[in-house]
């Protein structure tokens, strides 16, 4: 006798209107949607909150369709209000999608009501909350209102990103707000490291206008710029705009090596975190290690590091052991390691790197024979730290270098949730200055140094700006730059003036030739040019310019 078949149970009301609501959803159907809708309000259904989410979600994400944007304004607010006079507290994806309706029609003011009241149902906004509020103030040029919602954001621990800034940045732009320009480009230069092309048409804009000409200190404290920029950890002096008149408003590249700009002949800096900064970064290094590791493993090895403080490069054993092992006969490659020691040793003046290492892995070479003697060469010669079983070697090397202020030789992104908790904009920073990566082409090594300066938003002590912009390569030389002064500002200081024709369309240069090109360009001019004042101060130089040359 075969097994009876199960007989299916028939779906309540609710149910069917849960699964052909999910149906609507998975095929973005608005319309049959609020049809349902309709009906279950009609029967009587019961709404939970995700019904009434999804009911949203269709709605504020149908608003950019020109022929369901009456339908969604009209639906999407009822749907809030039965949702809130049945007691169904709304949550940050309920406030979001409100938002995003409040903001389709106009209504900034409705939108950022409903994040400050956010609270009252202990809810925290998140970035995608305050958007709509923020962008809606600023397309409306109501720019106290959107600084108004920058501020909670700040109060509610939301960081602005790019599209954030840029938003702020066009409308005090527009509304020829110097000085709210001036703070948003700082903005700017603090959260990315270069600019998407939007964000740049923007700053172009800005520089080339009126307003912007009549903005600046004729009698600028030079000293206390300099001061400000060596404070800063260079590349910018936060001290207002400088000089007056006209802007000159340019698309160049950078000469790698020169570290000029091919349009101005500018110096770009390298930016790097400060003393106090460097300080603040190894203790913050630490104490999260010894919340992670046996702390009287990571204390001595603190010690230890504390006696040994010649190193100038930092190397991970592992991650360098093991690059392009996956195949069926790879293992840990002593000879890659080798390689990149013997080549640091060669470059910093015969002075050996320190390579750390686990000791599961030092254990496993030594107990080979034919690695054997190079290793206990190594730990004669003080090249090798061995880190304790059961620690993770990543807190020793990355704790070596920022505490030594050297070079850290990885192609490790450094993406781990570990390196997450040290802050983002922080600790790139930091990478982009210290970190060297490497290659092997056909057994070949070859070092990629950090660049001669660093790709990010410049200020330049006499008040002129160089900003890189983001394209598909995000590599120097060929990188575009928006190169920023004011001629009548650099005459005055003996700078380099502009060797370049400004185009017909409103002054912007489009100076984009091959980097070699540019830097013979610049090299022309400078056969025809002569400095008259004395050079900018010179910073102290990077760990990659001390005793280690590119490769």
Known sequence: MGTPKKIKKKQTPETQFHSSLTLCSKHKDLPSAISLYESAVSQKTHFNHHHFNTLLYLCSNSVSDPSLKQLALDNGFRVFDQMLSIGTLPNEATITAVARLAAAKGDGDYAFGLVKGMDKYNVLPRLRTCDPALFCFCEKLEAEKAYEVEEHMGMVGVSLEEPEIAALLKVSAETGNGERVYGYLHKLRNVVRCIGESTAKIIEDWFLGGV??????????????KEAVLRNGGGWHGQGWIGKGVWDVRRANADMS?????????RLVCVDIDCGETQRFAESVAALAMEREVKSNFSEFQDWLDKHVEYEAIVDGANIGLYQQNFADGGFSLSQLDAVV???????GEKWPLVVMHNRRFRGLVENPSHRKLIEEWMDKGILYATPSGSNDDWYWLYAAVKLKCLLVTNDEMRDHIFELLGSSFFLKWKDRHQVRYTFVKGNLKLQMPPPYSSVIQESEIGSWHVPVADD???EPARTWLCITRPSVSKASGEVSHNLETSQN???????????????????HN????????KRKERSPSPSQLNLSSA
């Open 473 to 475: 390569s995000c590599q």
């Open 506 to 524: 409103g002054g912007v240069c489009r100076n984009l030739e091959s980097p070699d090109s540019c830097a013979a360009e610049f090299a022309s």
């Open 212 to 225: 912007a000409c009549e903005l600046g200190e004729v009698n600028w404290d030079s000293g206390g710029v």
């Open 342 to 348: 013997k080549e640091l040793y060669n470059k910093s």
């Open 527 to 534: 056969e025809k040019t002569t400095v008259v004042t004395g």
């Open 258 to 266: 020169s570290s000029q700009c091919c349009s101005c002949g500018e």
